[in-house]
């Protein structure tokens, strides 16, 4: 019973240690990710500003005919 105890206790602060030098690694892509969505981000507005909206469809210029009754 008191290697369970003892067992959670390390495994605890092992999982702790590991938890603190992974939470760097994790803190480092998390900012390198929020870089990345900035520049996508100013990329499309960007593009968004240089692209120009479609013309619109001129309407038809033939008669439709109507039948006569």
């Given at each position: 019973?008191?290697?369970?105890?003892?067992?959670?206790?390390?495994?605890?602060?092992?999982?702790?240690?590991v938890a603190r030098n992974n939470i760097k690694k994790l803190n480092v892509l998390v900012n390198e990710?929020?870089?990345?969505?900035?520049?996508?981000?100013?990329?499309?507005?960007?593009?968004?500003?240089?692209?120009?909206?479609?013309?619109?469809?001129?309407?038809?210029?033939?008669?439709?005919?109507?039948?006569?009754?």
């Open positions: 019973m008191i290697t369970i105890i003892v067992t959670f206790i390390v495994g605890a602060i092992v999982g702790a240690l990710a929020k870089e990345l969505a900035d520049k996508a981000e100013a990329e499309l507005k960007e593009l968004k500003a240089k692209s120009k909206p479609k013309t619109k469809r001129k309407p038809s210029t033939r008669k439709t005919t109507t039948k006569k009754k």
